[in-house]
């Protein structure tokens, strides 16, 4: 693992490009204590970012939920994300745009306080081959619960949220395991902790509805996809043992694409005709044009 305060490379920061080394922050910032920090992940493929007004759509829009404005245009920030591509002379990458509050005001009121945009963009290839990706990975059960809507501010890509994921992650990781899954505050099957859940039962696509968590952007896109190839989606609230019915289950994110997965906790998947369908569709649909 690298330490990413120490590579090569450029990062846009308010405005400018920095050597990567240089773009810091000062201790009492505000997003550091309080959490007031929105970001995204997006992706590149051969030098064209997927979706790219979509994620900053997101970013802006998590900004105003969080009660801040970005003072920058969207196309400002579009066309910085492929400047600071360019500038680390990547094609194929992940890109990590986010907006915080500055160290001007640190409290709970945070009224007027700078609000600060940067963007690094680093090689991030997918690790696995598709013939790798297709034994799935193993999941266990997260030990904590997507909040509900009137608890935390569920559809923005906000930095407090990340707090349940990471401690879930954390937790499968020391156990062997690759993820968790989480449910929500209802109990319904929810997510993973860094990407959407598919399900396919009897040939067709089943979707948590994503009425207390990300609604993915790749998430959107093989919905989009399988609906394309006559494949039926079906979002619905889903019962943690009706994945006993699952034959496939696939996790969607920008960075996880499309994974595959082998099991959560009891329960078992073999990757097949589902799966192998959406990773090729999503590969062609991310490299086109
Ligand atoms: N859920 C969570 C918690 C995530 O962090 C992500 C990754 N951004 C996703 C879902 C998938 O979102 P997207 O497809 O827009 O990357």
Same mark, same amino acid.
């Given at each position: 693992?690298?330490?990413?305060?120490?590579?090569?490379?450029?990062?846009?920061?308010?405005?400018?490009?920095?050597?990567?080394?240089?773009?810091?922050?000062?201790?009492?910032?505000?997003?550091?204590?309080?959490?007031?920090?929105?970001?995204?992940?997006?992706?590149?493929?051969?030098?064209?970012? !997927?979706?790219?007004?979509?994620?900053?759509?997101?970013? =802006?829009?998590?900004?105003?939920?969080?009660?801040?404005?970005?003072? =920058?245009?969207?196309?400002?920030?579009?066309?910085?994300?492929?400047?600071?591509?360019?500038?680390?002379?990547?094609?194929?990458?992940?890109?990590?745009?986010?907006?915080?509050?500055?160290?001007?005001?640190?409290?709970?009121?945070?009224?007027?306080?700078?609000?600060?945009?940067?963007?690094?963009?680093?090689?991030?290839?997918?690790?696995?081959?598709?013939?790798?990706?297709?034994?799935?990975?193993?999941?266990?059960?997260?030990?904590?619960?997507?909040?509900?809507?009137?608890?935390?501010?569920?559809?923005?890509?906000?930095?407090?949220?990340?707090?349940?994921?990471?401690?879930?992650?954390?937790?499968?990781?020391?156990?062997?395991?690759?993820?968790?899954?989480?449910?929500?505050?209802?109990? !319904?099957?929810?997510?993973?902790?860094?990407?959407?859940?598919?399900?396919?039962?009897?040939?067709?696509?089943?979707?948590?509805?994503?009425?207390?968590?990300?609604?993915?952007?790749?998430?959107?896109?093989?919905?989009?996809?399988?609906?394309?190839?006559?494949?039926?989606?079906?979002?619905?609230?889903?019962?943690?043992?009706?994945?006993?019915?699952?034959?496939?289950? =696939?996790?969607?994110?920008?960075?996880?694409?499309?994974?595959?997965?082998?099991?959560?906790?009891?329960?078992? =998947?073999?990757?097949?005709?589902?799966?192998?369908?959406?990773?090729?569709?999503?590969?062609?649909?991310?490299?086109?044009?």
């Amino acid at each position: 693992m690298p330490d990413y305060g120490d590579l090569d490379g450029t990062i846009w920061f308010d405005g400018r490009m920095v050597p990567w080394r240089e773009a810091k922050l000062h201790y009492l910032t505000h997003g550091l204590h309080y959490a007031s920090v929105v970001f995204e992940g997006e992706r590149a493929y051969d030098g064209r970012i !997927f979706r790219l007004r979509d994620h900053t759509d997101r970013l =802006f829009e998590g900004a105003e939920i969080l009660g801040y404005k970005i003072p =920058f245009t969207k196309d400002e920030i579009d066309q910085a994300c492929y400047e600071v591509l360019a500038a680390n002379g990547l094609r194929d990458g992940y890109l990590r745009p986010a907006a915080w509050r500055g160290s001007d005001k640190l409290g709970l009121s945070p009224g007027g306080a700078s609000v600060h945009v940067a963007i690094a963009a680093w090689a991030w290839p997918s690790y696995f081959s598709p013939e790798q990706k297709m034994k799935g990975i193993r999941l266990t059960h997260a030990p904590w619960r997507r909040p509900a809507p009137d608890t935390a501010p569920t559809r923005a890509k906000a930095s407090g949220l990340y707090q349940i994921c990471t401690l879930s992650k954390q937790q499968a990781e020391a156990q062997g395991f690759d993820d968790a899954l989480m449910l929500d505050y209802r109990g !319904f099957v929810a997510e993973a902790t860094g990407a959407n859940l598919f399900l396919a039962i009897d040939g067709k696509l089943h979707t948590p509805i994503a009425d207390c968590f990300l609604n993915g952007i790749t998430r959107q896109t093989v919905i989009d996809l399988a609906r394309a190839k006559g494949v039926e989606v079906i979002e619905r609230h889903i019962q943690p043992q009706e994945l006993a019915q699952a034959r496939e289950a =696939f996790l969607t994110g920008t960075a996880a694409e499309i994974t595959p997965i082998a099991e959560i906790g009891e329960y078992r =998947f073999t990757p097949g005709a589902l799966c192998s369908l959406i990773i090729k569709d999503y590969h062609r649909a991310t490299h086109a044009g």
